[in-house]
T-cell receptor
């Protein structure tokens, strides 16, 4: 089983719909992150969380919200999806005391039509 | 503010050529970490290397090598004798460790490498 699991892997949704992307981890890490990838822009941080009670906005949080339901779960919601939110979304956890530092999920490819 | 710049958007080489991917970073932190990731067409991010700011030793792993130079704030990645399987998008990334550090990983824009047979 993957250390960081994202569901769904692919999703097509309509403009205006609410959608939730889910992330769960078995690493036991406190820190979790949501990133968005667009061609030519790299990965940009949407939200991050240091623990269940500590959630912070990243550089592109507008139009998104998150929920940290437990240490292992961090969900990203699009309240009213719009086409320019079409992107590849990654969830990650971190522990800089470990060699790799960050563990990424496999990504969720979201298309808003 | 922290920033990572990968000036090369796309690189195309013929198999067996050597290729260097450039990465320049900006940070005010004295302790930080630098990373390289590979993203094949399947989309997942594959960890390649992590470097700590206090360790400027160059690293070699098979056909891959990394040159870390604090004096020029660069962390370049060289693939020797490139192969078609090296075709991917490569990301350089930075994580600071200063006061108020949030552990955020800041990515460059990525370099798309195409290796032709």
């Amino acid at each position: 089983d993957a250390d960081v699991t994202q569901t769904p892997r692919n999703r097509i949704t309509k403009t205006g719909k609410r959608i939730m992307l889910e992330c769960s981890q078995t690493k036991g890490h406190d820190r979790m992150y949501w990133y968005r990838q667009d061609p030519g822009l790299g990965l940009r941080l949407i939200y991050y969380s240091f623990d269940v009670k500590d959630i912070n906005k990243g550089e592109i949080s507008d139009g998104y919200s998150v929920s940290r339901q437990a240490q292992a779960k961090f969900s990203l919601s699009l309240e009213s999806a719009i086409p320019n939110q079409t992107a590849l979304y990654f969830c990650a956890t971190s522990d800089l005391g470990r060699e790799r530092g960050y563990t990424f999920g496999s990504g969720t490819r979201l298309t808003v039509v | 503010a922290q920033k990572v710049t990968q000036a090369q958007t796309e690189i195309s080489v013929v198999e067996k050529e050597d290729v260097t991917l450039d990465c320049v970073y900006e940070t005010r932190d004295t302790t930080y970490y630098l990373f390289w990731y590979k993203q094949p067409p399947s989309g997942e991010l594959v960890f390649l290397i992590r470097r700590n700011s206090f360790d400027e030793q160059n690293e070699i792993s098979g056909r891959y090598s990394w040159n870390f130079q604090k004096s020029t704030s660069s962390f370049n990645f060289t693939i020797t004798a490139s192969q078609v399987v090296d075709s991917a998008v490569y990301f350089c990334a930075l994580s600071g460790h200063g006061s108020g550090n949030t552990g955020k990983l800041i990515f460059g824009q990525g370099t798309t490498l195409q290796v032709k047979p």
